[in-house]
């Protein structure tokens, strides 16, 4: 971590301007900067990176909607990977390929199932599948069970049918993981067998796998008063031989991220013990644990590692568990280990860790209600909610979609496949009634008007510049509903006029390009979610956008938007959109963004604010969260308001050299370090009545109440925690933006003020957590306060300054 001796706190704003296009899944340093200089501007001499593509030139100039011919076609979608499917079929050597791939018989499927790796890959990059659902010719995607509300409420029947399942898969010699908890498995199926895999009778839906992207440190420290809190260990009302600096001694922290390890990343910042190791008087100071798909680090994706140095510098002295975590699957996995809970969430003793943190999530995948019913999130969210009640600190950041997300009711009527209307009651000059049905996709804030690069010449440029949009609405599957309202999404693109001998063929007009359109009828596994992720091809572009972008690196430019058609007549749904790529919409929406789990009750939800300002970015995603089944809701849920506390963004770290380490995603370890200093605080003033060791002839029923004693101490401590750091994030000036709690900046800033000391005791003396007090004598010496007249006293003093 670069230490403030050496950077000027005041440069730390100098990256705001880049906020407008920061998205969770782009903090990578180098490709914001790219964007936010003008990088992506037509400008003379630019050089072309390595890995140049081929030309795309297969999409079509307008799409022609793809339909399935069997039921398994129909688990696919009338979308992307159904017009997969169906281009491999049509190739010239189909008919007469192989149906054995050498495998097991079970992996026998269609004609053309042992068309051959390369022709495979030709037709996933003439789709324009992006790079990072693929890996060769495999697709990876969720393969989702035909289950019922009530089967998958049953732990033990969703067990045996998702492992069922998978062992089907595997025998295949398919590569698949169960998502614990979640009626669905994470799978990498070639393209040639993904049609057999939908066929298989207990599959409900294949679609494009969710995978969570993270929200991208330590200058913050310092900007949140870190010596303040450390110093509180010093309290002089704490016994002598407990008095110490607060460092994380004694304690545990989780990390959940994606990491770069493939070129030794990890030991040079030991070496510069900029992250914790292993040595002989701690030998496990520092464990990682590898996510299911290859070697921890293998993704190359510095982000984790930037995260863990900002939490290293906060709390030196703790011990550290690191997950590799860029699936679901391997995400509750870790969860379970961190806070000791077996598959099924049930707790096997006290946490392994005591606070988890994790800069990442996923949009658009669950209902945004705080649960994750009726979703393939189901496990993740229970998983965090076992977590919480065996008395762990959950934090995750906010997610940084403010500025690319839009949501609506759709629009009425009683006639089926109607478009929606993006603004409602806008009229032209003549007080027309003006049908917006089309929602732009930009870059906002960086001069290009409504252009879009598209036809990127490298590997990187193309994934860079790739649009990925979802849909959703509320209409989950659950106890009481089944999802039968459907919706179609529909991505366009402007079309330049076709002309012959100097005559207009085609006038120009927007045509689709592509579509996705899973089935939503009240089937079992149906889900009400539609999904785009597309490389937009050089033949996309239009003359409008010519001498706009980098002409070394992108084909030209193309204007984009998206189409959301109602299908269903007299549906009435709250819908919303959320990009993953750079483009923002032209239609936004930035409240009620948040990302999953961000939204859940169970987790502490960090928002992002400049280091230099305390202003709010742009980019971080606001409350509240939606009402039940992922309706609109009114005002804030009871018991849920999000976000929780907000912290510092705009930070540097090694990983990314002295470039700013940004989003929601630097702002969430800063209060995942500081909230793991608060419990070691509270552990201090609370150590009176930690339980006495059990002799060693300890009945059963000795052992099970130590236990259930331990575990209430360690869910009220948790408790005392959130409770001291929002009295501290309300106080002291940190009170920033509407005064009160707000869907922006929530409580407020969490900076530790002089009065922070009293913030603590207030929550200390708090009713709801006496337990961890002694009883106090009846009657009191004189002199003494009661419990009550202290937390008064205390919450006084908080509030004072």
């Given amino acids: 971590m670069n230490k403030m001796s050496s950077k000027k706190f005041a440069v730390l704003g100098l990256a705001a301007a880049c906020a407008t296009v920061l998205l969770w899944s782009r903090n990578e340093a180098q490709t914001a900067g790219a964007v936010a200089s003008g990088a992506l501007a037509n400008t003379a001499g630019a050089s072309t990176a390595s890995g140049s593509l081929p030309a795309a030139s ?176 010093n309290y002089a009302q704490l016994p002598a031989a407990q008095r110490r600096d607060l460092k994380g001694e004694g304690l545990t922290v989780a990390v959940f991220d994606q990491f770069a390890d493939n070129t030794g990343q990890i030991k040079a910042l030991q ?41 290293y510098d906060i709390v030196p002295e703790a011990k550290f568990r690191v997950y590799d975590a860029g699936q679901t699957a391997d995400w509750i996995k870790g969860i379970q280990d961190a806070a000791n809970l ?30 994750g019913t009726g979703s393939n999130l189901k496990g993740l969210y229970d998983a965090i909610d076992a977590a919480a009640r065996n008395g762990v600190l959950i934090l995750n950041a906010a997610g940084n979609e403010a500025q690319v997300h839009w949501d609506g009711d759709s629009t009425p009527g009683a006639v089926a496949n109607t478009f929606q209307d993006f603004v409602v009651g806008n009229v032209d000059a003549n ?30 440029d193309a994934e860079l510049i790739a649009i990925d949009v979802w849909l959703g609405w509320n209409d989950w599957t659950s106890a009481n509903n089944t999802t039968n309202a459907d919706y179609r999404l529909e991505l366009v693109r402007w079309a330049d006029a076709v002309t012959r001998n100097g ?64 299908k269903t007549a007299n549906a009435s749904n709250f819908l919303r959109l959320m990009s993953g790529g750079l483009h923002n919409f032209q239609y936004g929406v930035q409240d009620r963004s948040l990302v999953h789990p961000a939204d859940s009750a169970n987790v502490i939800t960090v928002a992002a604010l400049d280091a230099a300002t305390s202003n709010l970015e742009a980019y971080s995603s606001r409350g509240p969260v939606l009402a039940a089944g992922g309706a609109r809701p009114n005002g804030q849920a009871a018991g849920n308001a999000k976000p929780d506390i907000a912290n510092f963004a705009n930070v540097d770290t090694v990983s990314y050299g002295d470039n700013t380490f940004n989003g929601t995603s630097s702002a969430t370890p800063h209060v995942a370090a500081l909230a793991l200093l608060g419990l070691q605080h509270q552990r201090q003033l609370t150590n009176a009545t930690v339980p006495a060791a059990l002799p060693a002839d300890a009945t059963a029923q000795q052992k099970a109440d130590r236990a259930a004693l331990l575990k209430q101490r360690n869910v009220s401590l948790s408790n005392s925690v959130y409770d001291s750091l929002v009295y501290v994030a309300s106080t002291g000036g940190n009170d920033l933006g509407t005064a009160g709690f707000d869907s922006s900046y929530g409580n407020g800033r969490l900076k530790f003020h002089a009065q922070s000391e009293a913030c603590f005791l207030s929550a200390t003396y708090d009713p709801s957590y006496r337990s961890l007090l002694p009883a106090q004598a009846t009657p009191l010496p004189a002199g003494q306060k009661t419990y009550d007249q202290l937390r008064a006293d205390n919450s006084a003093s908080c509030a004072a300054n």
């Fill in 342 to 371: 077996n598959a099924l969430n049930e707790p096997q003793g006290e946490p392994r860790a005591q606070v988890l943190t994790a800069s990442q999530g996923m949009a658009l995948y669950a209902p945004g209600d705080g649960t």
């Fill in 503 to 566: 005559r207009v063929v085609t006038p120009a007009g927007w045509v689709a390009v592509t579509q996705s359109d899973d089935a939503q009828t009240g089937l079992a596994g149906q889900q009400p979610l539609e999904r785009i992720a597309l490389q937009p091809a050089a033949n996309t572009r239009t003359a409008t956008c010519n001498n706009v972008f980098n002409t070394a690196r992108f084909s030209g430019g193309g204007k984009f938007g998206v189409r959301v058609v109602r």
């Fill in 431 to 460: 007080g027309a009634a003006i049908a917006d049905n089309i929602n732009l996709l930009r870059l906002e804030g960086q001069g290009f008007g409504d252009c879009i690069p598209v036809g990127g010449r490298t590997a990187a």
């Fill in 271 to 311: 070496d510069a013990d900029e992250w914790p190791k292993n040595t002989a008087a701690v030998a496990d100071k520092l464990t990682l644990f590898k996510p299911a798909a290859g070697a921890f680090g293998y993704t190359k994706v510095k982000h984790g590692n930037a995260v863990v140095e900002i939490v």
């Fill in 58 to 233: 297969w999409q079509p100039v307008a799409m022609n909607a793809p339909t399935p011919r069997n039921d398994a076609q129909s688990k696919l979608g009338a979308g992307q990977l159904l017009q997969a499917v169906q281009a491999l079929s049509q190739l010239p050597n189909a008919a007469g390929a192989s149906a054995s791939t050498g495998a097991s018989s079970l992996a026998r499927g269609p004609a053309y199932a042992g068309t051959s790796v390369a022709a495979q890959i030709a037709v996933l990059d003439r789709v324009g599948i992006p790079l990072r659902y693929r890996d060769g010719e495999k697709l990876k995607v969720n393969v989702n069970l035909a289950l019922t509300h009530e089967q998958i409420q049953n732990p033990s029947l969703l067990d045996r049918a998702t492992s069922t399942l998978r062992e089907t898969l595997l025998a295949a010699g398919l590569e698949a993981e169960q998502v614990n908890g979640s009626p669905s498995l994470e799978a990498k199926v070639p393209l040639a067998r993904l049609e057999w895999v939908a066929g298989l009778q207990p599959v409900a839906q294949v679609s494009l796998l969710a995978m969570p992207n993270t929200a991208a440190f330590t200058d913050g420290a310092a900007a949140s008063n870190l010596d303040q809190l450390r110093s509180l260990g």
